[in-house]
């Protein structure tokens, strides 16, 4: 999908941000277009402070001069604007393509509010035909792997599980220095279950599936911008 699409998205969750605003600032190329038009509003006299879910979006946020902080610093934000890889129809997600759903979801649980942004591509019926990305600590990385792939079987997962950046050569690591496995489950029947079995894995550190924490969807399209919502 096009980068005007993205923008177009990004456009629309800049129509929520008010002076005095604590926000988090998402990961990927659909929340890169989000930094990039907040910093024009920053430099027009906006006032927000801003924490980054990556190292990535904080160096990109540095050299567009946005204010930001931390979560030491600041103990809850009022929204938090990030991309999704998939959308369903209650807003639950999968994220952390881009490797940063840990700090992602320590923002998003963080804000009072979270807006995602994406194009029509991310819209599905049932969460789980991309690839769930869970990451684990590089200790007993086997053992984490075999437990993860029993998990996924228990709930239906058909395919397999690689670990990120494997096949190039050198395994991914993520800003906290973990790993990432991709699970290919084809479809997830019970998200709610499948979070806590994962999360009952020793091993596992956080898992990319965003349960009941997007209230609202800025999703474009060829035809426009739709507005998805849902009340918690
Ligand atoms: O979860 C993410 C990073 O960890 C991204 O938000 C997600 O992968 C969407 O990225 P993009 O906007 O590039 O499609």
Redesign the pocket.
Known sequence: MSEAL?RQAAAMALNEVRSGMRLGL???????HFVDLLSDKVAAGLDVICVP??EVTAQQARELNIPLSDLETLDRLDLTV????EIDPELNLI???????LR?KIVAAASNAMIV??DGS?LVEALGQFPL?IEVNRFGLGATRHLVEQTMRRHGGTGGIKLRGEAAGAPYQTDGGHLILDAFFGRISAPEALSIDLLNIPGVVQH?LFLHMCSKAFVATPDGVKTLQRNF
């Open positions: 993205k998402g990961t990927g190329s659909t929340a890169r879910t990556s990030d991309g999704a890889d994220k952390g393509a881009g490797g940063a759903l992602e942004i994406a991310k990305p990319g």
